[in-house]
């Protein structure tokens, strides 16, 4: 999930767009924002950086070891194809 303290500077950046004069709907508006931005990234299908990089680790070995058994295929498929190799000679 997002750092909480990335919502609240995000939330509080937003916040001070609010016209000057206005601390008291500022301080009102930065609260909405933070819950706003909450509830929407929480409805978001989101993963860790860890998480993400966990799966790209098992991506990368699942692909390596695909190519290995693809090249495996492909010389037994070679060696089926090829002609008997005779006793005779």
Do not use: C, W, Y
Request: hydrophobic share 50%; charged share 35%.
């Amino acid at each position: 999930m997002i750092d909480p303290g990335v919502l609240d500077d995000l939330a509080r950046r937003l916040a001070r767009l609010a016209p000057p004069g206005a601390e008291a709907l500022r301080e009102d508006l930065e609260r909405n924002l933070h819950a706003a931005l909450r509830a929407a990234l929480a409805r978001l299908d989101l993963v860790t950086r860890e998480e993400f990089d966990a799966q790209a680790r098992v991506l990368a070995r699942t692909r390596a070891r695909l190519e290995a058994l693809e090249r495996r295929v492909a010389a037994l498929e070679a060696a089926a194809a090829a002609p008997p190799a005779s006793g005779k000679g």
